[in-house]
């Protein structure tokens, strides 16, 4: 079983910056297209970013074009979310997410989850 770990989540100012990490305690030769996709109250979980098991490929929400970027560790199988000039309506839990497949924005394309970290974003 596949475990991910996100950090860095916290409460930070309108047009403020925070940076999220993910690590998966995977010890096989499988590098994972990895993803990020956040929850807010009373919503549906939506996808922010993903990018592809070699770095060269990266997919966007275009809520958050232009703002975030995603990026892969040099440890494998790492990956982070940077993300400046935040908004109130950034406020979200944001998971972490890894799948064997081709880098994409659905839910089901993901076989591991993390658990979470929040993010809140004062007006």
């Known amino acids: 079983q596949v475990q991910l770990v996100e950090s860095g989540g916290g409460l930070v100012q309108a047009g403020g910056s925070l940076r999220l990490s993910c690590a998966t305690s995977?010890?096989?030769?499988?590098?994972?297209?990895m993803g990020w996709f956040r929850q807010a109250p009373g919503k549906e979980r939506d996808f922010v970013a993903a990018i592809s098991w070699s770095g060269g490929s990266t997919l966007y929400a275009d809520s958050v074009k232009g703002r975030f970027t995603i990026s892969r560790g040099n440890a494998k199988n790492t990956v982070y979310l940077q993300m400046n000039s935040l908004k109130p309506e950034d406020t979200a839990v944001y998971y972490c997410a890894a799948g064997v497949g081709v880098v994409g924005q659905l839910e089901e394309e993901y076989d591991y989850w993390g658990q979470g970290t929040q993010v809140t974003v004062s007006s």
């Open positions: 995977d010890r096989t030769d499988i590098t994972y297209t």
